[in-house]
T-cell receptor, first 117, second 115 residues
Framework: GAVVSQHPSWVICKSGTSVKIECRSL??????MFWYRQFPKQSLMLMAT?????????EQGVEKDKFLINHASLTLSTLTVTSAHPEDSSFYIC?????????????FGPGTRLTVL | GEDVEQSLFLSVREGDSSVINCTYT??????LYWYKQEPGAGLQLLTY?????DMKQDQRLTVLLNKKDKHLSLRIADTQTGDSAIYFC???????????????FGKGTKLSVKP
């Protein structure tokens, strides 16, 4: 149980285009999903917290107009990188919190590698 | 602010024990976690410990928590080549900015297991 999927697993796009990444909780309901970004050989940095049915909460320094987050259902959150630039190239990982889990554990997706040319 | 520190590299021989150390700063952390990340993959939860415990054992994994010193360690017994990965320590803090109950990660310790 507690499986989180991400789609696509990797994507290459041209500079200036937009890319949408999906995060799904497959066998549980997630009231909260988190989006992280990981640069090579570095730790995960939380970008935003997404609560189902409400606006996402962005961490300091993360542009909300550039990284659009939608959490329309209890099993799906999307991150759209708008007008992507090469510096947006990174590994994006989502996690989901099972609302039925009293320990409030976060379960991580496998990540999406974005390369912007 | 909240911070989690780990050493960046650890190299051991197959069959030896590995000990990965971590220090954290938020004394109000309720849970502390160890995650494993294999190359190109997401994070896999290995184990966790609640802050009122000082030790937890799960098969080859032993977690020790020294709450006074804010020190957490992960011991892997009989380390295998398949254990080669990056191990992240994470603390669950009560409040970070506008987000409640988020995880703060260390930079990760790259474990290399030599045959």
């Amino acid at each position: 149980g507690a499986v989180v999927s991400q789609h696509p697993s990797w994507v290459i796009c041209k500079s200036g285009t937009s890319v949408k990444i999906e995060c799904r909780s497959l066998d549980f309901q997630a009231t909260t999903m988190f989006w992280y970004r990981q640069f090579p050989k570095q730790s995960l940095m939380l970008m935003a917290t997404s609560n189902e049915g409400s606006k996402a909460t962005y961490e300091q320094g993360v542009e909300k107009d550039k990284f659009l987050i939608n959490h329309a259902s209890l099993t799906l959150s999307t991150l759209t990188v708008t007008s992507a630039h090469p510096e947006d190239s990174s590994f994006y990982i989502c996690s989901a919190r099972d609302r039925a889990n009293t320990r409030n554990e976060q379960f991580f997706g496998p990540g999406t590698r974005l390369t912007v040319l | 602010g909240e911070d989690v520190e780990q050493s960046l590299f650890l190299s051991v021989r197959e069959g030896d024990s590995s000990v990965i150390n971590c220090t954290y700063t938020d004394s109000s952390s309720t849970y502390l976690y160890w995650y494993k990340q294999e190359p190109g993959a997401g994070l896999q939860l290995l184990t966790y410990i609640f802050s009122n415990m000082d030790m937890k054992q799960d098969q080859r994994l032993t977690v020790l928590l020294n709450k006074k010193d804010k020190h957490l360690s992960l011991r892997i017994a009989d380390t295998q080549t398949g254990d080669s990965a990056i191990y992240f320590c994470a603390e669950k803090v009560r409040w970070v900015g506008g987000s409640q109950g988020n995880l703060i990660f260390g930079k990760g310790t790259k474990l290399s297991v030599k045959p």
